[in-house]
């Protein structure tokens, strides 16, 4: 019986406790078709004994029958879900798999190498902390290799771990592996990639995976798992960055309403002040509340301090406006707000991105429509040059100029994930067509303008803002 199985035999509760306290980290694999992907993930399960009885004899019998490594148990069939995945021995749709060690708790998603499913691989990097890069040691840095990386940086995943795999079928030749690992360290600096580690690996065989291999004694770093486990990930809190997109009005009864929301970044406390964006009303935090009866009454629930990712509901000391899509901000450190937006966009849909065309943006908790106006160039994530174009086909990389109906607070995506990038639905199919980074923010003289603004009267204002009050569910727009 392994430890883990003791401590849920002996004390499930402990045990549950003491794995709610532990660190999460997630982290994806990508690299080009065949170098291993999925077989490294289901090795790491294997080896850190994740893999329950019923879930090995089926993949043993897999195994026998598309296995692609002779007698040996085929590892990725323990990850490769789709049939067609198993068929042909490749990744297809993103495979999530979780699992967790003394120290910490994973998330895995285990992205497809092909090119026409580049979308697909952005969609497991976007909350991605890690991403390990696979390498065949037979064949080095290839061009999958370069995009995957470009889209790494790309979505700002700040840790890449270089896994140089098949180090078995080179003799695990150190001079192999330091020739590849100069050739990728150029790529980096090319990108702009910081934190970089690199580590000789046989997935097939386990060798440097859970354990340090003999078989590389001129290797003195620590094998993948324990790297992953003692990797610091942490992100300073800063205060001044304090960003909580509102996600509803909570209004219980006459005497209470909150502004509930899960915080983007940053930390706050009682008694700061806040404003709320894009109105600009200025005013202070009277309380938040993160647990239990969302009310005032239940002191216990009350707290001095908040921070990201902490889900709260917050009170004001004035009676200002603020509804589902503003953000409120510490007032001394305010995102632009513009309805202007640069912007690095992905086209996840097969049918084309049409300039001029009218989208639903989605960004946290605001949606609005708005307009590509202008393609400033398309990226070749291969060869990284740029081009011009007047359209974009699916898994398409292009740096936009957005406009929206009417402004947001927004930050750019290298300094805040959470605020800083956005969906686009198509508003006939109901289809998500792409995703986007902000990469700046034009200031307010320089907001375009997508529609006429109409006057409205003072009645209309007074029963606009009763809906968005009362309604929350109508996602009634500001006026």
């Not at 009885?53 to 990850?79: F, I, N, R």
């Not at 600009?280 to 001095?304: H, P």
């Amino acid at each position: 019986m392994s430890s883990k199985n003791e401590k849920i035999a002996l004390d499930i509760e402990s045990y549950l406790k003491e794995h709610e306290n532990k660190d999460m980290l997630r982290f994806l694999t990508c690299g080009s078709v065949d170098d291993g992907k999925s077989t490294l993930i289901g090795r790491m399960l294997y080896d850190s004994k994740m893999i329950f009885d019923d879930q090995l004899s089926a993949a043993q019998s897999e195994s026998e029958k598309y296995g692609t490594t002779g007698e040996k148990l085929d590892m990725a069939l323990l990850v490769d879900g789709l049939q067609s995945e198993r068929e042909q021995g490749i990744t297809i749709d993103v495979a999530y798999r979780f699992f967790a060690t003394e120290k910490r708790k994973f998330i895995i998603a285990d992205t497809p190498g092909h090119e026409q499913y580049t979308r697909n691989m952005v969609t497991g990097a976007s909350t991605a902390d890690v991403a390990i890069i696979l390498i065949d040691a037979r064949k080095g840095i290839l061009t999958q290799t370069r995009r995957h990386s470009f889209i790494v940086n790309l979505l700002g995943i700040e840790h890449v771990i270089v896994a140089i795999n098949k180090m078995d079928l080179v003799d695990f030749s150190e001079d192999v592996f330091n020739e590849i690992k100069q050739a990728y360290s150029d790529l980096a600096n090319e990108l702009g990639i910081k934190n970089t580690y690199y580590i000789p690996l046989s997935a097939l065989d386990g060798d440097n995976v859970v354990d340090k291999s003999e078989k590389t004694p001129w290797y003195d770093g620590k094998p993948l798992l324990n790297l992953l486990d003692t990797m610091d990930i942490s992100k300073e809190i800063k205060e001044e960055n304090f960003r909580l997109p509102v996600q509803y009005v909570n209004r219980p009864n006459l005497n209470f309403r909150g502004f509930c929301g899960t915080i983007a970044s940053g930390n706050v406390k009682a008694g700061d002040e806040i404003t709320v964006l894009p109105s600009g009303k200025t005013t202070k935090v009277k309380n938040i509340i993160n647990a239990g009866d969302i009310t005032e009454a239940n002191r216990s629930a009350i707290c001095n301090e908040a921070y990201a990712p902490m889900a709260v509901t917050i009170t004001t000391e004035d009676e200002i406006d603020i509804s589902r899509g503003d953000m409120i901000v510490h007032t001394k450190n305010m995102p632009r707000v513009s309805n202007s937006l640069k912007v690095m966009l992905v086209w996840m849909d097969e049918s084309s991105m049409q300039v001029g065309k009218t989208y639903d943006i989605k960004r946290a908790t605001s949606a609005m429509p708005g307009v590509f106006e202008h393609i400033n160039y398309k990226v070749d994530v291969n060869t990284y040059e740029r081009t011009q174009v007047k359209k974009l086909e699916l898994n398409d990389i292009a740096s936009c100029k957005m406009v929206l109906t009417r402004p947001i607070a927004a930050d750019k995506y290298k300094e805040n994930h959470e605020t800083g990038s956005f969906i686009v639905v198509d508003r006939v199919t109901n289809n998500t067509v792409g995703a986007g980074m902000i990469v700046d923010v034009a200031k307010r003289e320089e907001d375009s303008d997508v529609k006429a603004h109409r006057e409205y009267t003072k009645a209309e204002k007074e029963l606009n803002r009763y809906i968005r009050e009362n309604f929350p569910e109508w996602n009634c727009k500001t006026i």
